[in-house]
Structures are given as C-alpha cells and as structure tokens.
C-alpha cells in the first residue's frame, strides 16, 4: 500500500501531511509532518509554530531550511543538537512515531491496513536529503502496526 496524501483511504489517513493532533515532549502537534519539519529548526519557539501547522503549510514552512541543515546534517528538537546518521536520532523519530500512535484515527488507520506491506513512493531513500525515509518512515508504521494489532 502506498501511502500518500492524494491516496485513498487508509493510505491518505497514513500520510505525514494527515491531521492527526498529538503531544510530543509537551508540544502540541497538529501533524506529523509539522513536526519533522521543526526539527529542521535551531530555535525551539519556531519549533513550536511549526508544530501546529499541517501538510504543504508545514512542508513549506520547513522547505526554507534544507540547505542550513543539509549542509550541516544536523536536527534539532528543544535545544538539542541531533546528528542526522546518529543513533540518537533515530530514538528521536520512534519516540515522534510513538506519541503519534496515541492518535486514535491514526490508529484506525493505521490498523485498516491489515497485512499490507506499505510503502512512500514519493519518499526519498538517502538520509543526506531528507529528515525522514521512506525506511524510517514505513517501518515505524510497521513496527506499531504489529503492536497495536496484539492489543
């Protein structure tokens, strides 16, 4: 399955342009894709702002730092400096996944994929240009798919 925001349901539910509100570390997100886009950010108040911002708005927003944290290959979440091929970034996006996974449309969604092995065509493969792969994305999704359908 093919997850996209033009996509049918529950692959447009899945997308990271979805509006699925959230709390990560006591910030209000509107959308996963508002918060992968503040990581991109050095200062945690613009963070906040583009939290609360969903789909090609919070794309946008974010599109306007590619090149400061290209360069650099470094992210950012509430003052602390992530390296983009380290470990602890990696924590980073289970623990954002995580706290998306309280969402209970997104759970719904997520669950009416059934055995499906999904995939983000439109996603990028290499970690240099992007904040987020198409691995890192859909084997979240996968990963918390099969703890939800345990429960």
Known sequence: MDIGSKAGYPASALSNFASHPFVFDGVECASMEGLVQAFKFDKPHI???VCKLVGIR???RGQKRNKAW???QKLWWRGKEYDRHGNDYQKLLDRAFNALAENDSFQ???LATGNSTL???IGKSKCPE???T???FCSRLETIRARLSKN
Request: proline letters at 0%.
């Open 47 to 49: 963070q906040v702002e």
């Open 58 to 60: 919070a794309k946008r």
């Open 70 to 72: 290209k360069r650099i």
């Open 108 to 110: 719904k969604a997520l």
């Open 119 to 121: 995939t983000h065509s």
């Open 130 to 132: 992007t904040v987020l």
């Open 134 to 136: 198409e691995r890192e």
